[in-house]
Each structure stands twice: as structure tokens, then as C-alpha cells.
């Protein structure tokens, strides 16, 4: 709040942003749907946020690969050139508690104020149509790496996709090139892992 007036919301930052967006809403839940909808094409940014955290805390085995096949549907959408994500209705209904919502904000704050302070807009037409298609592709194959059982890449995935997601919401074209160079880092070393163990079970057996 500047001089009794609410800032732009192109103008916010990634955690006012997101408590703006609950803001809107009277309740104790809100549907993802509606909470999506003040976000525009920053929606894919925050969705990709929510598809990074469950990779830094313990959960079941192959949560990662659950996550990957989401991050590949959210890469299609941008690779189609959607301005916003398309939820299906089922999914746009379901309803989230706004107090858990707050409550993973407060969780998250310390990286979120990290990245904030590194991430500003600039380059920002690398943001925006039709340059998304670029990262549409490079989400695509984050999310197949990440679907991949490659063991102890969960954190580092992790943290490309919180990278990609602030990169993404805080209209950072630069960090979304580091982004994009790491994911093709990242491919090239996973398919040499993939042949030097492949070499390693023929020699074996």
C-alpha cells in the first residue's frame, strides 16, 4: 500500500503478489481457479513454484516423477503459446485452505526473499510471447528429467524449478537464461550418466 493506494499488480513482488491474490477472496478455502485468475501469465510462474517445493521436503518414492509429468503438461501449455495456465474444471473447483496457504508462504519466505532480492525485471521480453515457446520446451524437458529415476537429482531439479518459477513471476529474462542453459547442462550430463551406466551393466554382465 503506496499513499493509500494499492500498487499495480505488475508492479508486485512474488510473495505480495500471491497475498494479494488471497486477498481477493472472502472464506476460509479458495478454489485454485479464482486464485489463479488475478495472476494472467504469471499463473504458470506460481504453479511452477507449487510443483517445485515437494521436492525439498520428504515424501513418498517417486513423487518425482508425479511432479515431472505435471511440469511437462504446464511446458505444453507454454509451448502452445497459451498467455495463461488452462486447468481443467474439475481441477480450477477444487478448493485450497487459505490459511495453509499462508501458512506455505511463511514457510517458504526465506528463499522467497533471497530470490527476490537477486531476481528484477529485466530482459523482459524473453518473458513474454512468442519467446515462451522457448520455455515451454526447456520446462518439457525439465520435467523429464525430473520424472527420471536418477537418484539424489531431486533437489537440484528442485531448485531449477524455483529458479524457473521467480524467473517466470518476477519477469527475470536473465536468470530465465541461466535457467534455460542449465536445463541443457543438465541434459547433456544425465544422457552421458545414462550411457556411462549402461556401459557399466554390459560390462558387468
Known amino acids: 500500500m503506496i499513499g493509500g493506494m494499492t ?3 505488475h508492479d508486485l513482488r512474488t510473495t505480495e503478489l500471491l497475498a494479494a491474490a488471497l486477498d481477493r477472496h472472502d472464506g476460509d478455502r479458495i478454489a485454485l481457479g479464482d486464485l489463479m485468475e488475478p ?29 515431472g509429468v505435471l511440469v511437462i503438461a504446464l511446458g505444453l501449455q507454454m509451448l502452445a503459446g497459451l498467455e495463461h495456465p488452462w486447468l481443467p474444471r474439475w481441477l480450477a473447483r477444487r ?25 528484477r525485471p529485466r530482459l523482459e521480453r524473453l518473458t513474454m510471447r512468442p519467446l515462451t515457446i522457448a520455455s515451454g520446451l526447456v520446462m518439457i524437458l525439465l520435467g523429464l528429467l525430473l520424472a527420471l529415476p536418477i537418484p539424489f537429482t531431486n533437489y537440484l ?3 531449477m524449478l524455483l529458479a ?22 543438465s541434459v547433456l550430463l544425465s544422457a552421458t550418466f545414462s550411457h556411462a551406466l549402461l556401459k557399466l551393466f554390459r560390462d558387468l554382465f
Open 157 to 159: 531439479f528442485g531448485a
Open 7 to 9: 500498487a499495480p499488480i
Open 95 to 119: 478448493t485450497l485452505s487459505r490459511t495453509a496457504l499462508r501458512r506455505f508462504l511463511a514457510r517458504i519466505a526465506p528463499v522467497t526473499r533471497r530470490l527476490e532480492r537477486i531476481c
Open 164 to 185: 524457473f518459477a521467480f524467473a517466470l513471476i518476477e519477469r527475470d529474462g536473465a536468470l530465465l537464461v541461466l535457467v534455460w542453459l542449465a536445463t541443457a547442462a
Open 39 to 67: 495472476l494472467r501469465r504469471r499463473a504458470f510462474g506460481f504453479l511452477l513454484l507449487l510443483l517445485a517445493v515437494p521436492n525439498f521436503i520428504p515424501v513418498p518414492l517417486g513423487i518425482g516423477g508425479v511432479m
